[in-house]
């Protein structure tokens, strides 16, 4: 079943072949170039080595994998302490919730890494750029304005495009892990997706503050795979497309969608309750952990697999597969696809189809 109307699916399917041709051509003048195709190497993961722009493949933008501290700099000589959620903008920053540094960093498209928000303290406090303070930054949105919405311990911030950091008022979500925020989206109206470990929530925002929610699901929180309910945060990824779809990792380890202004989720891929790494149609697939999700202009999702390690691909028809990362490694190579992940926890998609992943202490990207 496929998320989208016969006529927006006609829509798509026009962009596409513009797309295509225009990436055909410009595959074909690349091949013209002086000293034909580069080599694809591969390296431990510390961003010295890959090719700088592979036809596809993994590189290193910034960071190193198995390094971990705060510093700013530009490519492989910043550092970053747990990166979880990672968002970026039109103009191509990126923007990344420095979990273990307690920092917003931002990224420009060339890999220079500097302080956007946050003290490094583990507080919450209001403030303008190193002003604020961030308690624990994990998942990380933006909208059409630049501004972007964090999830911060069990409230939510906003940071607007000139560092300004408010709390948005009302939005306390409990006082135990299961009711932590642990995934965010924002839609094009402005209001606000969140998943946590027990249920999915749209919230619209009004003069700074979360009106009540409406609940696309609700349940109990399971470990999965172990069948039991678990005391501890669950990251569950959630992306709303240009169509106000709202596709979510749903409680059943699969992946739904509901369309604007639906509290109705209705199933694309994945089986059941099932805890594996298999591609294939609609109901065949399994995933590990989808801990963040996005999804580029034509509807396609992509999905940060933490327990597989691997970046999954899924098409507007719920067909799933493994684009980047091997299922049971933790190691970061770079290179050609499907290459090697370290540990992955955020995924962003860009106007170019270019997709970032946090990975380790590293942000990489994908060339598809």
Known sequence: MSRYSSSSRARMRVSFTCMALALVCAGALSACGPG????KTADDGGGN???SSPSSGITVLAGAAVQNASVNGKGSAARFDTPRGIAVDAA???YVADEGNRLIRKITPDGTVATFAGSGLSVTRDGTGANAAFADPTAIAIDSGGNLFVTDAYVIRKITPTAVVTTLAGTALGNDKR???????????????????VDTRRFAVNNNRLATPAYLEQGNAFDYGL????????PRGIAVDSNRV?????????VSYARAGSNVLTHLAGASGAVGAADGASGVASFGQLVALTVDKDGTLYAADARNNTIRKITVDGVTSTLA????????????????????AGIAVDANGMLYVTSGNAVVKIVP
């Open 36 to 39: 034909g195709p580069k080599p």
């Open 49 to 51: 080595g890959g090719n």
């Open 92 to 94: 191509g920053n990126l």
């Open 179 to 197: 009711s932590q925020p642990a995934g965010i989206a924002v839609d094009a109206s402005g209001n606000l997706f969140v998943t946590t470990s």
């Open 227 to 234: 069948g039991v309910e678990s005391n501890t945060l669950a």
């Open 246 to 254: 709202a596709n979510v990792a749903d409680l059943n380890n699969t």
């Open 325 to 344: 990362g091997r299922a049971g490694s933790n190691a970061l190579v770079t290179g050609g696809l499907p290459g090697s992940l370290a540990n992955v």
